[in-house]
């Protein structure tokens, strides 16, 4: 018999043999096959389709060369989900692994093997279409919830909520928008940065997260150089892409807070904050090179992070992050200031708070009305070194919290007053080293930077701004928005408690616990921005 090539897909039979079925028995058919060359030479795939390779265990292969000429060895799977990472193809002979199709409500958050943190949110929660692990690429939210595109400048669309939960195949939510009408439409599509014209972003609730930090990019207010919204952003990449999206493989979960409401608050607290503020970012500078070489300084530090689980549509790519950050610990980050502890002991340096915008494209409060923050280090003793200081955005610290504790399971207690009084917490810490290391490592990524740039008829002058030009603005917008250094506490001894802190239930997100609602102060930010960019503008003759 001759050697025949099966061209074999799906669930088919094993092949095409030229027998007339009335003659020949399926017996004899079967041997006819098990003894041809094709059979003989046939490979075992044992792989699978989460790596685009013939997944079913044990499937048999059928060599039929090498097309690309990327390996010598033959019989490799491809499905179509894709290819070999060699590039190798061969037939699979039988029924293809192909994974099922999406559960409905997709976009369901679903509580994980991680469990749930001291507080009661969930830690490392996944999607329902990839739970309980990612067995598939990732999937974009606009193809299963409705994103609709507004009209710039007068509808966001605002209060989407509705739509996304009449669908089956998008979420039951919880779910609560942050949006801006000049991140939505045409216009931001065509000049905004990455912009999809949604105009929004669609968030569940509070979340943590923990794994390697990278640096992302800082994003200034001095658009169009930027995107308008001096946000610091980060990106954590673990192997088990729980959260992550579309696209985003290489990233991971993006991080974002703004500077304004954080670091630069921080300048006279001694903390690791303030050398990174102004020994790394701004010396570095803004731009590609500038944002490798800060990633490269930071390198990946393992880190703890607790902030707002949302899908940021207003993006292209539609991307999951956490957005804003309301507590980060980083566990051993680049030295930076004077050395603190002994080489027994991890540096932690951290913020804890329980409100923050969504950048430009979200510019309303994410207030989390809870009375306090815990959190669960992987080092659990307290060591030598403490300096945590209490803060309140442009205002006298003395009204919020002046007291932080430790249980003796090493959780530590950050109490948090009413969001609209916007204080938080800031501090290094060092920890005796439990013998922690982390599960995974990864290599850090060179990633270009992402903004969300709302479309602004002040974009097109600024770019006519030559480099001395734009750097004197950007120092008079700094100055402008800076908070006095002398409304910052002193550092704040720590509490030490002698019964544990009970554990809490599973936090259900409600209207009462979290809430995004008009920010008068931003608004007020955002108008001496625009009023001092202008009168910067006509000072210079730039139309």
């Excluded at 566990?331 to 932690?348: H, K, N, V």
Aim: charged content about 20%; hydrophobic content about 35%; some cysteine.
């Amino acid at each position: 018999m001759p050697r025949r090539m099966f061209p074999v897909r799906g669930s088919t039979v094993l092949g095409k043999v030229r027998f007339r079925a009335s003659t020949i028995s399926p017996l004899a058919i079967a041997a006819a096959w098990l003894f041809s060359l094709t059979a003989l030479n046939a490979q075992t795939c044992k792989l699978n389709s989460s790596n685009g390779m013939c997944a079913k265990p044990r499937a048999i292969c059928s060599p039929i060369g090498n097309p690309d000429k990327s390996s010598a060895k033959k019989g490799n799977c491809t499905t179509k989900f894709g290819r070999h990472p060699t590039g190798n193809t061969c037939e699979c002979l039988g029924k293809l692994d192909v994974p099922p199709p999406p559960p409905d409500h997709t976009w369901d958050l679903v509580q994980s093997n991680f469990g749930l943190d001291p507080n009661g949110f969930m830690r490392m929660p996944n999607w329902k279409w990839a739970s309980p692990g990612p067995e598939r690429g990732g999937l974009d939210v606009c193809d299963f919830c409705p994103c609709k595109v507004g009209t710039w400048g007068i509808d966001a669309p605002d209060h989407q909520e509705s739509d996304w939960l009449a669908g089956q195949s998008c979420t039951h939510g919880p779910i609560h928008e942050n949006s801006n009408n000049l991140c939505a439409g045409g216009p931001a599509q065509t000049f905004g940065h990455d912009a999809s014209g949604v105009g929004y972003h669609m968030n569940w609730g509070p979340v943590e997260y923990e794994g390697p930090l990278q640096w992302e990019d800082h994003s200034t207010w001095l658009f169009p150089q930027s995107s308008g919204d001096n946000e610091y952003t980060f990106n954590i990449l673990r192997p088990d892409l729980f959260l992550v999206t579309a696209h985003r493989e290489e990233r991971g979960i993006h991080l974002e807070f703004d500077s304004t409401e954080t670091v630069d608050e921080w300048d006279e607290t001694g903390t690791w904050w303030k050398f990174f503020h102004h020994d790394v970012v701004d010396h570095f500078g803004l731009g590609d090179q500038a944002n490798r070489q800060i990633r490269d300084t930071l390198g990946t530090p393992w880190a703890v992070v607790i902030g707002m689980l949302g899908l940021d549509v207003a993006h292209t790519d539609h991307h999951a992050e956490l957005h804003p950050v309301y507590a980060m610990f980083i566990r051993d980050p680049t030295p930076l200031g004077p050395p603190i502890g002994s080489p027994q002991e991890a540096r932690w340096v951290f913020f804890v708070r329980n409100w923050g915008t969504e950048g430009s494209c979200g510019h309303n409060q994410e207030k989390l009305l809870v009375d306090h923050i815990d959190v669960q280090l992987p080092d659990t003793r307290l060591g030598s070194a403490i300096n945590v200081r209490p803060y309140r955005h442009g205002q006298d610290h003395g009204a919020c919290p002046q007291e932080w504790f430790i249980d003796p399971n090493g959780v530590l207690r950050f109490p948090m007053a009413n969001p609209d009084m916007k204080c938080g917490w800031v501090g290094d810490i060092t920890m005796v080293k439990s013998g922690f290391t982390p599960p995974f490592r990864v290599a850090i990524a060179q990633i270009g930077s992402e903004g969300e740039q709302e479309v602004s008829s002040q974009a097109s002058r600024i770019s006519k701004l030559n480099a001395a030009q734009r750097q004197e603005l950007t120092k008079q917008l700094s100055d402008l928005l800076k908070v006095s250094p002398t409304l910052l506490a002193d550092k704040v001894p720590v509490t030490r408690v002698t019964a544990p802190f009970p554990r809490a239930a599973q936090f259900k997100v409600t209207p009462t616990n979290v809430k995004a609602a008009p920010d008068p102060d931003w608004q007020k930010q955002q108008e001496q921005r625009k009023r001092l960019m202008e009168e910067f503008l006509k000072a210079r003759a730039i139309q």
